[in-house]
């Protein structure tokens, strides 16, 4: 059975441009063959400003626990990524640890990498295992056509490289590293 990657959309924003992002990604992926993908809308789930925990939280958590890898589509907002993928980063405790994570961001003309640098910071906190290469797109509302795909050469080949990488630290790191 191939390991299962989570696929969270970090943004809630009306007109938000992630799902398409994701949706590529995963296609990506998907094709790849050695992961399993699915995808996990924040949009979709309701989890309190305070922490609290309740249904939401629960929901997030199992969902978490049952994945073996990670990749966090973000946009970048003010040189930071959103709070909705932060309260959801922080919702959820040790079902976090142990397990790799990749980013794809999108946004102005840095295509989200400030947003990913910060997002390296926090999940080192969580102890997870982000990897070298992620998946940038500057100026994202040029970067898809009409049926969702890019021609973006540095982003197909950061997702490839970037599926290697979480795919290799998701299997126990045994073999050698995919050095790309």
């Known amino acids: 059975m191939?390991?299962?990657l989570g696929v969270i959309i970090g943004s809630v924003?009306?007109?938000r441009v992630g799902p398409t992002v994701a949706r590529w990604f995963v296609r990506r992926a998907s094709a790849d063959g050695r992961f399993e993908a699915r995808v996990l809308d924040l949009a979709d789930v309701v989890l309190p400003m305070d922490l609290s925990g309740g249904p939401g939280v629960d929901e997030l958590t199992r969902w978490v626990d049952g994945c073996d890898a990670f990749v966090l589509v973000t946009p970048e907002y003010n040189h930071g990524y959103p709070a909705s993928l932060k309260l959801a980063l922080d919702s959820v405790k040790l079902e976090w640890r142990g397990k790799p994570?990749?980013?794809?961001?999108y946004g102005g003309t840095a295509g989200g990498v400030r947003a990913v640098e910060q997002l390296r910071q926090v999940v080192a906190e969580l102890h997870m295992a982000s990897v070298r290469d992620a998946v940038l797109f500057p100026r994202v509302k040029k970067a898809f056509d009409a049926h969702g795909e890019t021609s973006d050469g540095a982003a197909i080949d950061g997702?490839?490289?970037m599926?290697?990488?979480?795919?290799?630290?998701?299997?126990?790191?045994?073999?050698?590293?995919?050095h790309g």
């Open 13 to 15: 924003r009306t007109g």
């Open 163 to 178: 599926i290697d990488q979480l795919l290799w630290w998701s299997e126990g790191a045994g073999q050698p590293y995919p």
């Open 101 to 105: 994570v990749g980013f794809v961001s």
């Open 159 to 161: 997702a490839q490289r």
């Open 2 to 4: 191939a390991p299962l």
